[in-house]
């Protein structure tokens, strides 16, 4: 009778229960989801910062040093950038960046391990319908001379004209 209870193997078949294995199938599968959770919960960045009046390229460089993610950003874009105030400990680094671009006219993007920072789209938009209303004019030359029918397109838009006999070219916006 002791055998019967300790063996799982009968001949050829496995004595098991079914109800048995069902348990032993729902335990593995808690274990390993459990495991996978403490594993993920350890990947998560912790950014602890403490700056007054700071310039935001100063700011990533810290935020840098203590998590390894990398910038990518354009020089041009962070001139327009306000000191940032930060107060943070132990915070998530989503946390942390969403602080540090609050009233800014900044966004970022993390991709695997580099933080992309950019200007927000509705300035960009703003950017182009202020180009639109503009007048934009001149001559298109080569070294020879001056070149009739080129076409001069406005960047991001569908706006364009083609330059007269002279070369010369108007988009007509004056505003």
């Known amino acids: 009778m002791y055998k019967k209870f300790?063996?799982?193997?009968?001949?050829?078949?496995?004595?098991?229960p079914p109800k048995a294995v069902l348990?032993?199938?729902?335990?593995?599968?808690?274990l390993t989801a459990t495991f996978l959770q403490a594993t993920?919960?350890?990947?998560?960045?912790?950014?602890?910062?403490?700056?007054r009046d700071a310039a935001i390229k100063d700011v990533f460089e810290q935020i840098q040093s203590q998590t390894n993610y990398d910038f990518l950003y354009n020089?041009?874009?962070?001139?327009?950038?306000?000191?940032?105030?930060?107060?943070?400990e132990n915070a998530s680094l989503k946390q942390t960046l969403d602080a540090c671009f609050n009233n800014q006219a900044l966004t970022y993007t993390i991709e695997n391990t580099t933080i992309i920072i950019e200007?927000?789209?509705?300035?960009?938009?703003?950017?182009?319908k202020e180009a639109l209303k503009k007048e934009i004019r001149?001559?298109?030359?080569?070294?020879?001379?001056?070149?009739?029918?080129v076409s001069v397109?406005?960047?991001?838009?569908?706006?364009?004209?083609?330059?007269?006999?002279?070369g010369k070219?108007?988009?007509?916006?004056?505003?």
């Open 6 to 16: 300790t063996a799982f193997i009968c001949g050829t078949k496995w004595c098991c």
């Open 23 to 30: 348990i032993m199938k729902l335990i593995f599968v808690l």
């Open 40 to 51: 993920a919960a350890t990947y998560a960045q912790r950014v602890s910062l403490k700056v």
């Open 75 to 88: 020089t041009r874009d962070l001139r327009q950038a306000k000191p940032v105030n930060l107060n943070l």
């Open 119 to 128: 200007p927000k789209k509705e300035l960009k938009d703003k950017s182009y």
């Open 138 to 149: 001149g001559t298109i030359r080569d070294s020879i001379g001056t070149l009739p029918g």
């Open 153 to 166: 397109l406005i960047k991001g838009t569908t706006k364009g004209v083609t330059s007269d006999v002279n």
């Open 169 to 175: 070219y108007n988009t007509g916006c004056s505003g």
